[in-house]
Protein backbone atom coordinates (compact mmCIF):
# COMPACT_ATOMS: atom_id res chain seq x y z
CA UNK A 1 0.00 0.00 0.00
CA UNK A 2 1.16 3.55 -0.56
CA UNK A 3 0.09 6.63 0.63
CA UNK A 4 0.71 10.05 -0.81
CA UNK A 5 -0.19 14.47 0.06
CA UNK A 6 -0.49 13.72 3.70
CA UNK A 7 -0.45 17.08 3.67
CA UNK A 8 -3.74 17.70 1.58
CA UNK A 9 -6.35 15.24 1.04
CA UNK A 10 -4.12 11.62 0.91
CA UNK A 11 -4.07 9.51 -1.72
CA UNK A 12 -3.78 6.07 -0.98
CA UNK A 13 -3.16 2.94 -4.08
CA UNK A 14 -3.30 -0.40 -3.01
CA UNK A 15 -1.85 -3.37 -5.58
CA UNK A 16 -2.99 -6.72 -4.14
CA UNK A 17 -3.57 -10.82 -5.84
CA UNK A 18 -4.98 -13.98 -5.00
CA UNK A 19 -4.92 -18.19 -5.99
CA UNK A 20 -6.91 -20.97 -6.13
CA UNK A 21 -10.53 -20.03 -4.47
CA UNK A 22 -13.93 -21.18 -5.12
CA UNK A 23 -15.53 -18.63 -7.36
CA UNK A 24 -18.82 -18.65 -5.44
CA UNK A 25 -15.97 -16.88 -2.77
CA UNK A 26 -16.02 -13.71 -5.31
CA UNK A 27 -18.58 -12.02 -3.95
CA UNK A 28 -16.37 -11.21 -0.96
CA UNK A 29 -13.78 -9.61 -3.21
CA UNK A 30 -15.97 -7.68 -5.12
CA UNK A 31 -17.40 -4.53 -3.03
CA UNK A 32 -20.96 -3.87 -3.31
CA UNK A 33 -21.00 -0.62 -4.48
CA UNK A 34 -18.87 -1.03 -7.26
CA UNK A 35 -20.33 -1.77 -10.72
CA UNK A 36 -23.68 -2.12 -8.57
CA UNK A 37 -25.73 -3.73 -11.55
CA UNK A 38 -22.86 -5.36 -13.33
CA UNK A 39 -22.25 -7.22 -9.47
CA UNK A 40 -25.82 -8.29 -9.41
CA UNK A 41 -25.98 -9.60 -12.45
CA UNK A 42 -22.63 -11.68 -12.45
CA UNK A 43 -23.50 -12.92 -8.98
CA UNK A 44 -26.40 -13.72 -9.65
CA UNK A 45 -25.96 -15.46 -13.16
CA UNK A 46 -22.19 -16.93 -12.50
CA UNK A 47 -22.15 -20.07 -10.21
CA UNK A 48 -19.40 -22.41 -8.51
CA UNK A 49 -15.95 -23.18 -10.43
CA UNK A 50 -12.90 -21.91 -9.31
CA UNK A 51 -10.92 -18.79 -9.63
CA UNK A 52 -7.15 -19.68 -10.17
CA UNK A 53 -5.95 -15.64 -9.73
CA UNK A 54 -7.33 -12.69 -9.75
CA UNK A 55 -5.48 -8.99 -8.81
CA UNK A 56 -6.98 -5.85 -8.61
CA UNK A 57 -5.26 -2.35 -7.98
CA UNK A 58 -7.21 0.74 -7.11
CA UNK A 59 -6.44 4.25 -6.17
CA UNK A 60 -8.32 6.22 -3.18
CA UNK A 61 -8.81 9.79 -2.39
CA UNK A 62 -9.42 10.35 1.20
CA UNK A 63 -11.32 13.69 2.07
CA UNK A 64 -12.92 14.23 5.52
CA UNK A 65 -14.29 17.49 4.53
CA UNK A 66 -16.43 16.30 2.12
CA UNK A 67 -19.83 14.91 2.51
CA UNK A 68 -18.73 11.46 0.43
CA UNK A 69 -14.95 11.56 1.79
CA UNK A 70 -13.54 8.42 -0.15
CA UNK A 71 -13.09 8.91 -3.89
CA UNK A 72 -12.12 5.90 -6.61
CA UNK A 73 -9.51 7.62 -8.46
CA UNK A 74 -8.47 4.21 -10.58
CA UNK A 75 -9.68 0.38 -10.46
CA UNK A 76 -8.20 -2.25 -12.36
CA UNK A 77 -8.23 -5.80 -12.27
CA UNK A 78 -7.95 -9.46 -13.69
CA UNK A 79 -9.89 -12.83 -12.91
CA UNK A 80 -8.97 -16.11 -14.24
CA UNK A 81 -12.07 -18.28 -13.98
CA UNK A 82 -12.49 -22.48 -14.75
CA UNK A 83 -15.68 -24.59 -14.54
CA UNK A 84 -18.26 -21.94 -13.73
CA UNK A 85 -21.82 -22.70 -14.70
CA UNK A 86 -23.94 -19.52 -16.28
CA UNK A 87 -27.10 -18.45 -16.93
CA UNK A 88 -27.86 -16.51 -19.98
CA UNK A 89 -31.28 -16.05 -20.41
CA UNK A 90 -33.60 -17.55 -17.30
CA UNK A 91 -35.12 -19.77 -17.32
CA UNK A 92 -33.26 -21.19 -20.20
CA UNK A 93 -31.00 -24.09 -18.94
CA UNK A 94 -27.04 -22.97 -18.26
CA UNK A 95 -24.38 -23.16 -20.40
CA UNK A 96 -21.71 -25.04 -17.84
CA UNK A 97 -18.13 -25.67 -17.75
CA UNK A 98 -17.10 -22.07 -18.86
CA UNK A 99 -13.31 -21.20 -18.35
CA UNK A 100 -12.02 -17.61 -19.27
CA UNK A 101 -10.74 -14.67 -17.90
CA UNK A 102 -12.77 -11.09 -16.95
CA UNK A 103 -11.17 -7.47 -17.11
CA UNK A 104 -12.53 -4.64 -15.28
CA UNK A 105 -12.20 -1.17 -14.52
CA UNK A 106 -14.56 1.73 -13.00
CA UNK A 107 -16.52 1.58 -16.51
CA UNK A 108 -16.34 -1.21 -17.94
CA UNK A 109 -16.63 -5.59 -17.25
CA UNK A 110 -14.98 -7.62 -19.93
CA UNK A 111 -15.39 -11.40 -19.70
CA UNK A 112 -13.90 -13.38 -22.84
CA UNK A 113 -15.12 -16.90 -22.65
CA UNK A 114 -12.29 -19.92 -24.11
CA UNK A 115 -15.15 -22.49 -23.80
CA UNK A 116 -18.34 -23.59 -22.70
CA UNK A 117 -20.99 -26.28 -23.31
CA UNK A 118 -25.01 -26.64 -23.22
CA UNK A 119 -25.31 -29.99 -23.34
CA UNK A 120 -24.08 -31.37 -26.90
CA UNK A 121 -23.56 -27.44 -28.18
CA UNK A 122 -19.49 -26.33 -27.38
CA UNK A 123 -19.16 -22.58 -26.74
CA UNK A 124 -16.17 -21.24 -28.79
CA UNK A 125 -14.47 -18.00 -27.98
CA UNK A 126 -16.98 -15.48 -26.70
CA UNK A 127 -16.93 -12.19 -24.93
CA UNK A 128 -19.82 -10.66 -22.24
CA UNK A 129 -19.27 -7.06 -21.94
CA UNK A 130 -20.93 -4.70 -19.04
CA UNK A 131 -20.51 -0.65 -20.16
CA UNK A 132 -21.08 2.60 -19.05
CA UNK A 133 -20.65 0.91 -15.04
CA UNK A 134 -20.14 4.49 -14.13
CA UNK A 135 -23.41 6.05 -15.46
CA UNK A 136 -27.11 5.52 -14.85
CA UNK A 137 -27.16 3.30 -17.93
CA UNK A 138 -25.72 0.17 -17.71
CA UNK A 139 -25.85 -2.45 -20.24
CA UNK A 140 -24.71 -6.08 -21.23
CA UNK A 141 -23.46 -6.91 -24.40
CA UNK A 142 -23.21 -10.69 -25.45
CA UNK A 143 -20.96 -12.18 -28.43
CA UNK A 144 -21.00 -15.85 -28.34
CA UNK A 145 -19.87 -18.16 -30.97
CA UNK A 146 -21.68 -22.12 -30.83
CA UNK A 147 -21.46 -24.94 -32.81
CA UNK A 148 -22.79 -28.29 -32.37
CA UNK A 149 -25.66 -30.22 -33.76
CA UNK A 150 -28.48 -28.01 -35.61
CA UNK A 151 -31.59 -30.24 -33.90
CA UNK A 152 -30.22 -29.37 -30.54
CA UNK A 153 -29.93 -25.30 -31.17
CA UNK A 154 -33.52 -25.14 -32.47
CA UNK A 155 -35.37 -26.82 -29.54
CA UNK A 156 -33.48 -23.86 -27.64
CA UNK A 157 -34.76 -21.19 -29.34
CA UNK A 158 -38.04 -23.36 -29.54
CA UNK A 159 -37.86 -23.61 -25.37
CA UNK A 160 -41.31 -21.95 -24.22
CA UNK A 161 -38.86 -18.75 -22.63
CA UNK A 162 -38.54 -17.31 -26.04
CA UNK A 163 -40.69 -19.14 -28.05
CA UNK A 164 -38.99 -17.68 -30.91
CA UNK A 165 -40.07 -20.68 -33.12
CA UNK A 166 -43.68 -21.07 -32.23
CA UNK A 167 -44.42 -19.56 -36.08
CA UNK A 168 -41.88 -22.48 -37.63
CA UNK A 169 -44.11 -25.41 -37.86
CA UNK A 170 -41.10 -27.79 -37.67
CA UNK A 171 -40.67 -30.92 -35.55
CA UNK A 172 -36.82 -30.44 -34.63
CA UNK A 173 -36.83 -34.47 -34.06
CA UNK A 174 -36.80 -34.58 -37.91
CA UNK A 175 -33.90 -32.40 -38.19
CA UNK A 176 -30.33 -33.59 -38.75
CA UNK A 177 -27.34 -31.78 -39.49
CA UNK A 178 -24.58 -29.13 -37.97
CA UNK A 179 -24.59 -25.81 -37.48
CA UNK A 180 -22.08 -23.06 -36.59
CA UNK A 181 -23.84 -19.95 -35.57
CA UNK A 182 -22.84 -16.36 -33.78
CA UNK A 183 -25.31 -15.17 -31.32
CA UNK A 184 -25.18 -11.49 -30.41
CA UNK A 185 -27.18 -9.79 -27.52
CA UNK A 186 -27.84 -6.27 -25.96
CA UNK A 187 -30.16 -5.28 -23.38
CA UNK A 188 -30.03 -2.71 -19.82
CA UNK A 189 -29.08 -3.66 -16.77
CA UNK A 190 -32.11 -3.46 -15.34
CA UNK A 191 -34.91 -6.22 -12.76
CA UNK A 192 -37.42 -7.94 -14.60
CA UNK A 193 -35.79 -7.48 -17.99
CA UNK A 194 -38.69 -8.57 -20.63
CA UNK A 195 -37.50 -9.97 -24.03
CA UNK A 196 -38.88 -6.91 -25.67
CA UNK A 197 -35.49 -5.30 -24.04
CA UNK A 198 -33.27 -7.65 -25.89
CA UNK A 199 -32.16 -6.64 -29.04
CA UNK A 200 -30.88 -9.67 -30.83
CA UNK A 201 -28.94 -10.73 -34.13
CA UNK A 202 -27.51 -14.10 -35.53
CA UNK A 203 -26.03 -15.58 -38.38
CA UNK A 204 -25.15 -19.46 -38.82
CA UNK A 205 -23.35 -21.89 -40.90
CA UNK A 206 -25.48 -24.91 -41.45
CA UNK A 207 -23.90 -28.28 -43.14
CA UNK A 208 -25.36 -31.42 -43.76
CA UNK A 209 -28.77 -30.20 -43.46
CA UNK A 210 -32.22 -33.15 -43.20
CA UNK A 211 -35.38 -32.47 -42.89
CA UNK A 212 -37.71 -35.31 -42.98
CA UNK A 213 -40.75 -33.67 -44.10
CA UNK A 214 -40.00 -29.28 -44.94
CA UNK A 215 -42.79 -29.18 -46.95
CA UNK A 216 -46.00 -31.06 -48.20
CA UNK A 217 -44.44 -34.16 -47.59
CA UNK A 218 -41.27 -33.13 -48.86
CA UNK A 219 -37.55 -34.01 -47.43
CA UNK A 220 -34.53 -32.04 -47.96
CA UNK A 221 -31.14 -33.88 -47.33
CA UNK A 222 -27.62 -33.21 -46.75
CA UNK A 223 -27.71 -29.33 -47.78
CA UNK A 224 -25.27 -26.51 -46.86
CA UNK A 225 -27.23 -23.42 -45.91
CA UNK A 226 -26.38 -19.85 -44.78
CA UNK A 227 -27.85 -17.73 -42.65
CA UNK A 228 -26.81 -14.20 -43.16
CA UNK A 229 -26.32 -11.78 -40.33
CA UNK A 230 -29.64 -10.68 -39.33
CA UNK A 231 -30.83 -8.47 -36.75
CA UNK A 232 -34.03 -9.40 -34.97
CA UNK A 233 -36.79 -6.77 -32.87
CA UNK A 234 -39.66 -7.73 -30.73
CA UNK A 235 -42.04 -7.76 -33.85
CA UNK A 236 -39.88 -10.03 -36.27
CA UNK A 237 -39.87 -12.81 -33.39
CA UNK A 238 -43.44 -12.20 -32.90
CA UNK A 239 -44.98 -11.76 -36.23
CA UNK A 240 -42.87 -13.80 -38.88
Do not use: C
Not at 193 to 198: M, S
Not at 212 to 226: Q, R, Y
Amino acid sequence: MKVSDLAKAPTISRRASTKGFPGDRLRHYWPPTLGIDARNWVLGNLEGGTVPKASVEVDVKIDPSNPEPITILHLAGGIDFQNVTGYYFRPLPPVTEISGRAMFNLTQFDITIDSGRRDVLKLEESRVKFVNLDTNQEKAEIDAIVRGPLQAGLDIINHEALDLGRHIKLDTKSVSGLAGARLRFAFPLINSLTLDQVDFAASANLEGVGVADIAAGEALSDATLTVPYTQLTPPTIYHV
